[in-house]
């Protein structure tokens, strides 16, 4: 017994002293914190991993296309028949991704599902879908089989969208509607591809409709009614890098369908805001990052296919570039197939001169050949350097800082003979946040002496990129251009020690 006695005394004691060394273990991590790269502290709120692949792709097609393309409809009661649903040929997802490449766009989403409700695939979920269909043409087609297909192998990034709100659905407005409709869809579609790069859901929520034959108004709370926490994660779980749009609260409207963001645009935003108030500039200290989505008509009637449409000039189309992709937005241009399930040909010859245009203009970056300094730099890390050097190497994941006291700072770009320039593209390392508040951009003819460059423009945020027209005119921003020996930009605030990955010069 007193052996026994003598045994767990000892245990206990080693067992204080276990305890007394993981306190003091854990007491030595909370006291040591280092930074042996001397990375500056994040500027909250800061994207996701799947926001900042999402912003990445910049510019790519939406494709609106069903039911409404056979009706002449923009939004469908919900009451139609499935048999008008008759394409003239095999829908070709393919052919519509092909033009886009060819624009110089990155990916597509293609239009499944609008507000009347027909499924361009066969859902178990209503019969409102393409098997009903007037033909063998749209019996056999499958869009989101195919366009993920055609995205594939065309490396382009893709993704659905699909409405939110249905028109023809009986169980719209009840709490049947999302666990037995909506949310059941969303699975059939996350199913076509686990490498989905953005789920589209429209803003337009309620209000008169079929549903069922009830032919009434029905008002929902979309704050509350799509079960959105539930969505999100139900959707990242078979897709991790899809990005909701809209009711999904990942990435917000821009606030109009013209093309342009504000000059000043922020990535933080306060959900809830409404877009069509502050969609354009965001919010420099809002609490979630919500990076703005520009969505726009190539063609000048409506987002459907309508007959005797044309599509915007290519000039006009670059402008709108610039004033979104420009100004810290993405860009997603509709391109409307016709009723042969094919993009028309105006259209293919259209954005084939704007790709050709996009790529004359903005392909080849003369600061990857010039010299550069700043006026101050960062003390390096262990493993990171911080040289303005990074700002034209091509990298992404390497970038210039200045010391975390310094929040303004001058970065000069030179060359031996003089180069003819018409756009300065700024890009910050968002990573870590947006901070830049204020920029400004002067040129050299001689090396010596500055000048102002790109009058009347708001040279406010930054933001994941920022193209600035030296001549101050985004419509007419290809002309002459300017011979300059020397580009200056000169960081005038920032929220914190400013950081940008690249600086282009075109």
């Known amino acids: 017994m007193k052996r026994l006695a003598q045994l767990a005394f000892a245990l206990s004691l080693l067992a204080l002293s276990i305890e007394s060394y993981a306190q003091n273990t854990f007491h030595l991590k909370q006291q040591t914190l280092p930074n042996p790269d001397n990375e500056p502290a994040p500027v909250h709120p800061v994207p996701h991993e799947r926001q900042l692949l999402w912003q990445e792709t910049e510019f790519y097609a939406f494709f609106h296309y069903g039911m409404n393309t056979y009706t002449g409809k923009e939004w469908g009661y919900g009451d139609e028949d499935e048999t008008l649903f008759a394409p003239t040929a095999l829908p070709d997802p393919a052919q519509w991704l092909k033009v886009a490449k060819a624009a110089g766009m990155r990916g597509g989403i293609a239009v499944v599902k609008h507000h009347d409700g027909f499924c361009l695939w066969p859902t178990a979920t209503t019969t409102h879908n393409i098997t009903r269909s007037g033909n063998a043409y749209g019996q056999n087609t499958n869009i989101p089989r195919d366009f993920a297909k055609a995205a594939v192998q065309l490396g382009m990034k893709y993704g659905f969208y699909i409405s939110p709100w249905d028109r023809n659905s009986p169980y719209y407005g009840t709490p049947e509607y999302v666990s037995r409709v909506f949310l059941r869809q969303c699975a059939e579609l996350a199913a076509y591809g686990t490498d989905q790069f953005e789920m589209w859901f429209d803003g337009a929520n309620g209000g008169d409709g079929y549903y069922g034959g009830a032919n009434e108004t029905r008002s929902i709370d979309r704050e509350t009614y799509y079960d959105v926490p539930n969505l999100r994660d139900s959707v990242h779980k078979v897709c991790p890098d899809c990005v909701l749009w809209g009711v999904g609260g990942e990435a917000r409207w821009i606030g109009n369908e013209a093309g342009w963001a504000g000059q000043t645009n922020w990535s933080p935003e306060n959900r809830g805001v409404a877009p069509e108030n502050n969609g354009m500039y965001g919010s420099e200290d809002g609490w979630f990052w919500l990076p703005g989505e520009s969505d726009a008509k190539a063609t000048n009637k409506g987002w459907f296919y309508h007959d005797g449409e044309s599509p915007l000039p290519a000039e006009r189309l670059f402008q709108m570039y610039l004033e979104t992709i420009g100004r810290n937005s993405t860009l997603i241009l509709n391109l409307p197939p016709d009723k042969s399930g094919k993009l028309p040909e105006a259209t293919v010859d259209t954005l084939e001169k704007f790709g050709k245009l996009l790529k004359k203009r903005l392909s080849k970056d003369l600061a990857l050949k010039a010299g550069i300094t700043a006026s101050g730099t960062r003390a390096p890390g262990a493993n990171r350097k911080y040289a303005p050097s990074n700002l034209n190497d091509g990298d992404k994941d390497t970038y210039w800082a200045t010391n975390d006291s310094e929040t303004t700072a001058t970065i000069t770009l030179s060359w ?38 790109a009058p009347g423009v708001e040279c406010t945020t930054v933001g994941y990129k920022r193209i600035i027209p030296l001549n101050g005119s985004t419509a007419r921003s290809y002309d002459n251009g300017i011979r300059a020996k020397a580009i200056r930009v000169t960081i005038l605030d920032s929220k914190a020690c400013p950081l940008l990955h690249t600086i282009s010069v075109y």
């Open 416 to 453: 031996d003979k003089p180069q003819t320039v018409r756009y300065v593209a700024l890009m910050e390392y968002i990573r870590k946040g947006q901070r830049i508040r204020s920029f400004r951009i002067e040129y050299s003819t001689d090396g010596t002496t500055w000048h102002p460059a």
